[in-house]
């Protein structure tokens, strides 16, 4: 399971420089090379994850495109753009399925679960969806976590920090994407959309070789 193109989306400098349309060209070109490499060690079986609506993320509310948004509504530009890679994505993977014997990669959208729950938290129990739980919940990530430390109840903000969904809003979206967040169904139902791969076309790269 793959998902590439998120952050490089949120890149601003390089938006401005190509152009949407150009830049998702570029992005989708970028992928589709990760998924032949892999393909070239011996993979046969890719799920491709699709862009989230990052415009919507509590640091894209803040500084979407390097402006201050002081109404925290959505970078529209950006999702247009999450949208755009994610048609442009879709599209090429059905053709790259053509292009390489014995392959089945198939295409998982989690941009339309992702916006419906941001457009629509309440029903979930979400109070908070323009700010992230820990620190100010407006820019910080990771480590930059630590001070003032994190807000008293997680189960109440969709973010975790100011880009990634917290642990709650994650099985909401993994449920609605892919029919279930616990590992064993999630396994089942992704084994089902990739289906069974043909052995005899499988090849081993001679480091992961299966011992004889």
Not at 170 to 191: N, V
């Amino acid at each position: 399971m793959i998902l590439l193109g998120s952050n490089d989306m949120a890149n601003q400098l390089s938006r401005s420089l190509y152009g949407i349309d150009t830049y998702t060209d570029i992005l989708v070109g970028l992928a589709l090379d990760v998924y032949k490499e892999l393909y070239g060690l011996g993979a046969r079986r890719i799920g491709v994850v699709g862009a989230a609506p990052i415009g919507c993320v509590p640091r894209e509310r803040v500084t979407g495109d390097g402006l201050l948004i002081l109404e925290r509504n959505c970078a529209e530009e950006l999702n247009d753009a999450a949208k755009l890679f994610n048609s442009k994505l879709s599209t090429a993977v059905s053709s790259l399925n053509a292009e390489l014997p014995g392959a089945k990669i198939v295409y998982f959208d989690i941009y339309s679960p992702a916006l419906s729950l941001i457009q629509n938290p309440a029903p979930y129990g979400f109070e908070e969806v323009k700010r992230g739980c820990c620190a100010t919940g407006n820019i910080e990530l990771g480590i930059l976590c630590v001070v003032p430390g994190t807000c008293p109840d997680a189960s109440k903000y969709l973010f975790w920090d100011s880009v990634h969904p917290g642990e709650k809003a994650t099985r909401i979206i993994s449920d609605q994407t892919f029919g279930s967040s616990s590992l064993s169904s999630l396994l089942g139902y992704i084994h089902k959309r990739l289906g069974n791969i043909n052995k005899s076309s499988y090849v081993y790269p001679p480091i992961l070789s299966p011992l004889s």
